[in-house]
């Protein structure tokens, strides 16, 4: 019952069904094509013979003309024999006044509706039953002389031939229509089971994958194909299924190592405190530290609270005009405090032509981010400088923030947008950081339909760009 349900019996069907059809469709188009012609055929046929005969008569046969061989006259006035013909000669009357040998004692019968038309000027064809199991194809065709007839002509010629031509031909039809559907069955079957091969093996990898291998590929022997579109493109499903599933697992480990992290050293710090009685500035700075891994806990549950909603799609986005430069400038005065109580110069730039389209609450964490990164791994000394640029001829605001800090190699640039990403030298947890406001920042760009990118060398500083569309 299964095989019923499978889409290549289906297909199977539909294919046999289809040219069923167009073959039941082509036999009947040609037996009645041939038929017609073969019809038509002996119609000429007769019709000449009995043209010949009319215009050998040359007076109206009475009731005493007595013809006793029309073949032998046929043979001496024109030269023929008119073989598999019968011809019978009537006078006005209908009376019978010749006929050809091969008729013997029969007659062929004329009807009144035939001897009216005959009598009108018309040639009438008919078919009658005469003789053995094959009819007769008749033409009856008057004899006129001064615009009156004086006779009539019959010329009859057996259907066996065309009959049984039209018999042998039926017997072959219905013999090769179903022969040719069985081998188009088993034909369709097996082109069916080959082309559907491939689905077979994505729905076994599917499964396996169901149980976790998420390592499975399909092997891929022809990518043009329509199949083989599908199994690239379920390759690539897999693969950033793999990806995503990689990064969950990365993601829960390094939210749980963060979180577990200050934990530790509050559980810690509590159990030192309760050993013994200590002096009031002893379980202050205790519960200073506490508090210290409090806030650091707070904050990393509000960036993965943030992530989590914008994943989801659940944070909603203002838009409205905004001056970036305006915004910029705010964001560099608030940071001048912490830019002087870690010895750095922080610069700010702009050229006024700024304006886009978006949420001031993001624009602003964004710039906050990336500046308060540039001075958390930049040294006493150094320096930091945010500057906004328009570019009307490519209709963008970029954005600028550049430090002289320690710097980020080559094979950690493209993993620091990651989510809880360090680099050891500049991402140590002295820095209070979580490892997601880079992420931050990148979604919040990708969500105003920006692009954010970074160029660093180590000891030498980093830069980070962000690029945002122009509000005409």
């Known amino acids: 019952m299964m ?17 069923g059809i167009i073959l039941s469709s082509f036999s009947f188009f040609l037996y009645f094509t041939l038929a017609d012609s073969l019809y038509t055929g002996v119609d000429n046929k007769i019709k000449t013979m009995a043209e010949i005969v009319v215009s050998s008569a040359r007076s109206p046969f009475g009731a005493g003309t007595s013809i006793t061989d029309l073949d032998q006259i046929m043979t001496e006035r024109f030269g023929i024999r008119p073989l598999g013909r019968f011809i019978q000669i009537l006078d006005e009357s209908g009376k019978v006044g010749g006929r050809s040998t091969n008729l013997r004692d029969m007659q062929i019968p004329i009807s009144v509706q035939t001897l009216t038309a005959a009598s009108k000027g018309k040639t009438t064809f008919e078919t009658v039953q005469v003789m053995g199991k094959y009819p007769l194809r008749v033409v009856t065709m008057p004899i006129t002389e001064n615009e009156r007839m004086v006779g009539i002509v019959q010329v009859g010629s057996s259907l066996e ?16 229509v179903p022969a040719a559907l069985l081998f188009a069955s088993a034909g369709g079957l097996f082109l069916a089971n080959k082309a559907l091969r491939p689905v077979d093996e994505i729905t076994q990898i599917a499964r396996r994958i169901g149980s976790g291998d998420l390592n499975q590929r399909i092997r891929i022997k022809r990518v ?33 190592h963060e979180l577990k992290t200050p934990l530790t050293i509050l559980r810690g710090e509590v159990e030192v405190g309760l050993k013994k009685k200590r002096g009031m500035k002893e379980y202050q700075r205790i519960l200073a530290s506490n508090l210290e891994e ?29 001056k970036l430069s305006s915004l910029a400038r705010e ?13 750095v110069q922080l610069n700010f730039m702009d050229d006024g032509f700024t304006t886009v389209e978006g949420d001031p609450l993001f624009l602003r964490q964004l710039i906050l981010n990336l500046t308060e990164n540039g001075l958390k791994y930049t040294p006493s000394g150094g320096k930091v400088q945010l500057k906004v640029e328009g570019d009307r001829d490519q209709g963008v605001v970029r954005i600028f923030v550049s430090d002289t800090g320690v710097g980020i190699s080559q094979k950690d640039l493209k993993r620091v947008f990651d989510r809880f990403f360090r680099v050891d030298q500049a991402r140590s947890r002295e820095t209070g950081g979580t490892g997601l406001g880079l992420s931050i920042c990148q979604w919040i760009v990708h969500a105003h339909e920006g692009q954010i990118a970074v160029e660093s060398k180590v000891g030498k500083g980093s830069t980070f760009t962000v690029t945002l569309p122009l509000k005409d």
Do not use: C, P
């Not at 095989?3 to 040219?19: P, R």
């Not at 950033?240 to 390094?254: N, P």
């Open 3 to 19: 095989l019923f349900k499978t889409i290549k019996f289906k297909l199977t069907l539909w294919y046999v069904v289809i040219l």
């Open 161 to 176: 031939g065309v009959e049984e031509a039209l018999h042998e031909l039926l017997i072959i039809l219905l013999i090769a």
């Open 224 to 256: 043009n194909d329509e199949l083989g579109r599908l199994a690239s493109t379920f390759n690539e499903m897999i693969a950033k299924l793999e990806r995503s599933f990689r990064q969950v697992r990365r993601f829960t480990a390094d939210a749980s």
């Open 294 to 322: 409090i806030s650091r806990m707070s904050r990393i549950v509000d960036d993965l609270l943030t992530l989590s909603r914008a994943d989801m799609g659940e944070l909603t986005m203002v838009h409205e005009e905004i």
């Open 331 to 343: 964001v560099w005065e608030d940071l001048q405090i912490l830019a002087q109580g870690k010895g």
